[in-house]
């Protein structure tokens, strides 16, 4: 049945942006009650499309190259699109929301609210495209609308620097994406999902070919959800203001990565090399995240690597085969993690832009909802039961100790490391005594910023549980693994969370002193180190060359050629007779000689 | 025999020369039938459009077309269409009536009547854009042609087909958006507009030309201009640019000729559509090519013969650079593909990977150069060598994809360049007085002027390849192009891509949102950072009209590049050079 739904609820956001840049600039409530209404519109819709059994919306051709390239605009409307619309426009509803309190204050409230609105329209843009060449176009839009909301506070150095990092890195990854999508192109003749489906078998007997485009694919992945090792970026990410780092940074837009793997699942699955190396990157990126984290101060970077560990897991899965298991867990993480960012923006904004978690201590009577709400998330991640996070994190080990053990004994650990760093987190922040003055000052959030804490923690709290999940996914199935599993992860995250508690309970400083893990592995060192000896060196070299071999060598050395061989003429010029004369008759005389003695 | 043939000293080709027969016959016949005046104009040129479709249409429709003109009774609907595109040549005598007028009208009246005769060019454009159908801008179709030196052959011969409409319209957005912004232009103005409009007009004449002669004086013509409009409303180092800039293309100029000439001692015909259907030896077109295409492929600033870019683009006035960026460098990839790569098709297959070579270098090369840059303007200078990178690299493709890609990167890029070159010789240099990076990062001009920093975001993404920017469009239609013919390519390119990014990025941050320090004084809307200069701050009226010209120029393509690419397409296909 064709309908226009799935299209208004993909425009709504991007008229809501356009509307706030054009007109609504000056007027900050009106410019955050358009971009709410316009979020709240889609997600109605996003409802309504899901509710429907078959849908299907009317498209247009983009560019058609007659013979060579069509890219046509149409949206997918299948169980996978409609379970992310319904996702990615209800928990941006709620954090456009949620930032009406955050951003009470801020100059620059309409600017927020519009990029906001061209968020959602490319995020959703994402989940609704039908071809790779639309894709990427939403995919290098969230980009730059992440840039943009990164750099909000673009007078601080900081906020500048981590925009502008992002955007390169992630960059650099679409770069792979792209190549991947033009092989594909040359190789099957189409960009279009469902085209290019049934024509993956004439690839078959190509694998080297179909890995490389599987890992060139992938590329886009691991820019994008901030995968090994390209994960510089999210980290410091956390410069944006924190509803943008709930809804872009933990959410949805790094989310993008892992749903557009299991949306060219049909691509990937056919190498079990690229499998291998995806789920690998995934694990990789899943245990260093963690480790990290347990060593970090600040509370947003300490959820910002928790989110990379996650997502890694996620990556793990797709890795590991099972679609039904990433997408499970990004349902349940974007749940959580939004709830976690927002409680721990709830936290930040109450102390008064305070992110250090040693300035922090003895929340949990001073923020009660907050306090709640966050522990609720927090059990999510660690995955204890009966929490959201549990189900789904059980579902990808389970599936890892079926196919991979090593991969599956990684996990474990990173689940040990995840309950500890976050019991640790919860222990500074919200237990013993206030260490700073603003932390014995502080007072519960208003309510337009607890009431979105609070449906969150219902949605994270109940999200894993088959009777809620099963309406919107696949849920993977479990065998006969379904008791050691869950066993073992539960006695990992005891032990983790044990040893959390007794480490720093009551401390008013770090007792650990990991100087590799403060400082992530010296990763951006070494990355600094990097673009001085490439990009710079190159620029360096390449300026130079312009400068002093064509335009002062080649350039500015014709035209004094010229001018010297001028000058040189000139000299012949005298002027005076008697010069003349006098050359006349040495030539004469010259002349004279040759003649007569040759 | 026509005298040509005697001219020549040496007898044509035998199909040219059948050909030729034909056709003079057609236009005698015609010449007897029709009554010299407004109709004659018309008829002539009907004339002259069947007889370059002889090779590719049936009989028939010749035939019937005729039939239509010489006795009347043409329905209504080809009239209009027929009628309408033909306006376009008004393109050219309008602008240089305009310019004519300025020296003899006082001074009140100089920017208006630049600005009329901009606005009346750019909605030329406009209706031939809408009223052509895309059919008849398949092929290099005829609009105007009158004898001009008959015993060389020569001919004020003006066509169109979607290419030319394409650079036709770039030119019309560029220059209305360059007189908006000169608007407060008070130095010599009407010699000032003079020599704009003259520019403009030029450049109308090159991509209209469909005589090679006719389009290389109109090529020629450009150059004496710009170099007054540099030399005398130039800034930094104004002598210098202007004499780099004219000596380059006059360099690139000989080049032209020779290779203008050898084209026509060959086929004896300076008539394009003629000449690409000559068939050119082999040795011959191996090296003519590489002449002509050099001498076009200076003014696209390929590397490494692109440093009269950056230094003419600093030392140039804001309208200057913008024409410069946005039409003039479009004058050398446009002649490119209308004249050397289809006048030589082989010679430029032959050539076509060193093309691309020097293309992805270009590409990498610059945008590391501009990452270095600390004058705003030669960052933006380097970016548009960069960025005319993708289009030698669009055109070496020689596939379809690919070279309409490139068009539509010529479009992209005049408009994108014009906005950027705007905002940093307009809009921050006319109120600050510097263009040093380091020097605006301490201002965070921001605060200060809201809707430039905002028309520099818009542009820097277009610049930067951000989908719904003309730039994405033209750039992944490019690269889908060129993988198919080099793939190495592409994957160079990528490293430019990032580059662009980097240093897009940095000049944005440093111009716009730097951190203000406290000796900057600041005061509401406007910076004060010269307490003895006292001009208007903020933002007028007539600058944001012209970047919102080009911004929407930009997001129209971007959005929809259907509307660009269905006509470029057809005229690209029927060239026949591709592969």
Known sequence: MSSILPWILLLAPLCSAACITLFALRWKALSSFISIMAVLLSFICSCLVFARADISAPQFGWIDVAGALKVPFGLTQDQLSKMMLVLVSGVGAVIHIYSLGYMRDDEGKSRYFGALSLFMFAMLGIVVANNFVMLFMFWELVGFTSYVLIGHWFYRDAAAAAAKKAFITTRIGDFGFMIGILMLWMATGSIVFAEITPRMSMLTSHPTFLTVVALLIFCGAVGKSAQFPLHVWLPDAMEGPTPISALIHAATMVAAGVYMLVRVAFVIQTSQTALLVIAWIGTITAVLAALIATQQNDIKRILAYSTLSQLGYMVMAVGLASNDASMFHLFTHAFFKALLFLAAGSVIVMLHHEQNIWKMGGLSQKLPITFVTFVAGALALIGCPPFSGFFSKDAILALAYQRNVPIFAVGLFTAFLTAFYVIRLLVIVFFGKPRSEVARESRESPAVMTGPLIVLALLATLGGFAFFARRFLALPIEKEVAVFVPAVAIVALILGSGLAIVLYRNRASEPLDLQLLRHKFYFDEFYRWLIYWTQELLAGVFAFFDRWIIDAGAVSGSGRGTLGIGALLRLIQIGNLQAYLFLFGLGIVALIYFAVFH | ?579
């Open chain 2, 1 to 579: 025999m026509p005298v040509w043939n005697i001219k020549m000293g040496r007898p044509p080709s035998v199909s040219l020369r059948g050909h030729r027969a034909r056709y003079c016959d057609i236009v005698q016949r015609i010449e007897q039938q029709a009554r010299w005046g407004a109709h004659a104009h018309r008829v002539l040129a009907m004339a002259t459009s069947p007889s370059q479709t002889f090779a590719r249409q049936s009989t028939f429709s010749v035939g019937n077309k005729f039939h239509q003109l010489l006795f009347g009774e043409a329905p209504k609907r080809t009239r209009g269409a027929r009628v309408l595109p033909r306006m376009i040549a008004w393109t050219i005598y309008l602008t240089f009536a305009g310019a004519v007028l300025l020296i003899l009208l006082p001074r009140p009246f100089a920017r208006w009547i630049a600005l009329f005769t901009t606005i009346a060019g750019l909605a030329l454009g406009l209706i031939a854009f809408v009223h052509t159908s895309i059919a008849d801008l398949a092929h290099f179709t005829t609009i105007v042609r009158v004898p001009w030196v008959p015993a060389l052959g020569m001919n004020y011969h003006l066509a169109i087909d979607g290419v030319s409409l394409t650079m036709v319209l770039v030119t019309g957005i560029s220059a209305v958006s360059t007189v908006l912004f000169s608007w407060d232009v008070e130095h010599r103005q009407n010699e000032f507009f003079f020599w704009l409009l003259l520019v403009v007009g030029g450049c109308y004449g090159v991509f209209l030309s469909a005589d090679l002669f006719l389009l290389f004086g109109f090529y020629e013509l450009v150059i004496v201009p710009k170099y007054f409009l540099i030399a005398i409303f130039g800034s930094t180092n104004k002598e210098y640019g202007a004499m780099k800039l004219t000596l380059y293309s006059f360099f690139g100029g000989m080049f032209v000729f020779a290779g203008i000439l050898t084209a026509y001692a060959t086929a004896g015909s300076l008539d394009l559509n003629e000449l690409s259907r000559f068939q050119f030896p082999g040795q011959l077109q191996s090296w003519a090519f590489p002449v002509l295409f050099l001498g076009f492929a200076v003014l696209a600033g390929i590397w490494p013969l692109h440093t009269w870019a950056p230094t003419g683009h600093v030392a140039a006035p804001t309208a200057g650079s913008m024409l410069l960026a946005g039409i003039v460098m479009k004058l050398g990839s446009y002649a490119g593909l209308r004249v050397a790569m289809n006048l030589f098709p082989q010679g430029f297959q032959a050539w076509s990977k060193w093309i691309a070579l020097f293309a992805v270098i270009g590409i990498v090369y610059a945008a590391a150069v501009a990452l270095r840059q600390r004058d705003l303007k030669f960052v933006i200078g380097y970016s548009s060598v960069s960025h005319m990178g993708f289009v030698l690299l669009g055109l070496a493709t020689a596939n379809a994809l690919g070279v309409s890609g490139a068009v539509l990167q010529m479009f992209s890029h005049g408009v994108i360049a014009a906005l950027l070159f705007a905002v940093a010789g307009r809009m921050i240099y006319r109120r600050t007085h510097t263009r040093e990076l380091d020097a605006l990062a301490g201002m965070n001009l921001s605060g200060a002027l809201p809707f430039a920093a905002f028309t520099f975001v818009i542009a820097s993404a277009a610049s930067m390849g951000i989908p719904g920017f003309s730039g994405f469009a033209a750039e992944i239609t490019i690269l889908i192009g060129t993988w198919k013919t080099y793939p190495l390519a592409v994957w160079i390119t990528g490293a430019g891509i990032v580059l662009v990014a980097a240093f897009t990025l940095r000049a944005l941050k440093q111009s716009f949102f730097g951190e203000a320090r406290p000796s900057v004084l600041m005061q509401e809307g406007r910076v004060a950072l010269d307490l003895d200069w006292n001009e208007q701050q903020s933002i007028t009226p007539a600058e944001k009209c012209g970047a919102c010209l080009l911004m929407s120029a930009t997001l129209a393509v971007g959005v929809y590049p259907k509307l660009l690419l269905d006509r470029i397409m057809p005229a690209v296909d029927a060239m026949r050079f591709l592969k």
